[in-house]
């Protein structure tokens, strides 16, 4: 799928963009048996906390997987897939590098939402806009279900955050929430929003569990070698386009690079 020239204007004015269907209905499958299989084998772990930050809830839950590409050869995959290189380099490109990346999952009733934030609070990039979520809906993202949203055109100032006492390690900040958009989307969709772009979850008041599985990119003009040694506290950040790119070899000790469509199927073949 390549984005339109709209889309892409859309994206750099107000700092974020929906694509519905941007997984066929395979690999939106194949994403959520991979997904089950993860939260089946206690992989997530609950993030919520008692409004003291440190005190783990009985009762409410923000399961977070983070990062998740040691888990799954099919999410350490998706980021190599070439309509997600195209997507991504039309909206921060050309030279591409793939940051971090995490499942959010939130069950039926219990599942409580992530605060107002910035990305770029975390990851203080010089131009928010060289740097991108992109927020797959792993399930119909609705409001009852507390799908994201989000603050449109105001990426550009960084906003003031705080420890967030619900969670044991996530910050939040506080703005007026009258501006802003909330977005329903069908599993497989997608929703780009960059590292300026204010935004939240809300608690899932549904029977049924909600996930979203988050990549963040960045262009590669936005880091220093440090970012790519001394910074990675373990977690690969592999090269997706340009000259140091190699199909995910340097990273990860095997090519990554067309992996994806074999891993979709094996994904969904698996009993
Ligand atoms: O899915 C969520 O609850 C939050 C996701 C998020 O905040 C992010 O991807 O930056």
Redesign the pocket.
């Given at each position: 799928m390549k984005l339109s020239p709209h889309q892409i204007e859309s994206f750099q004015k107000s700092g974020y963009l929906a694509v519905p269907e941007f997984f066929d209905s395979q690999e939106t499958a194949a994403l959520q048996a991979d997904i089950a299989r993860l939260q089946r084998n206690s992989f997530l772990r609950n993030v919520a906390t008692e409004g003291d930050g440190e005190t783990s809830s009985d009762t409410k839950q923000?399961l977070q997987l983070c990062p998740a590409n040691f888990y799954s050869t099919l999410i350490r995959a998706l980021p190599f897939a070439p309509n997600v290189i195209d997507a991504v380099t039309s909206l921060i490109g050309p030279e591409i590098t793939l940051h971090l990346d995490?499942i959010?999952l939130?069950p039926g009733k219990t599942g409580m939402?992530?605060a107002w934030?910035q990305?770029n609070a975390y990851f203080k990039i010089p131009q928010p806009l060289r740097g991108t979520?992109m927020?797959i809906a792993i399930h119909d993202a609705t409001i009852p279900n507390?799908t994201?949203s989000v603050v449109p055109n105001a990426y550009d100032s960084l906003l003031p955050h705080e420890r967030d006492g619900n969670s044991d390690h996530h910050i939040r900040c506080f703005l007026d929430e009258s501006k802003a958009e909330t977005i329903e989307i069908k599993a497989g969709g997608v929703l780009f929003f960059c590292y300026g772009t204010p935004?939240?979850?809300g608690d899932n008041t549904t029977d049924t569990e909600r996930a979203?599985l988050?990549y963040?990119f960045l262009c590669h003009d936005q880091t220093s070698e440090a970012f790519y040694t001394t910074e990675r506290i373990g977690n690969p950040r592999p090269r997706l386009t340009g000259p140091h790119a190699t199909g995910g070899f340097e990273e990860y000790g095997s090519r990554i690079s067309d992996t994806w469509a074999a891993e979709v199927e094996n994904a969904i073949s698996e009993p």
């Open positions: 923000n995490q959010f939130k939402g992530t934030h990305d979520a927020w507390g994201m935004h939240c979850t979203g988050a963040h």
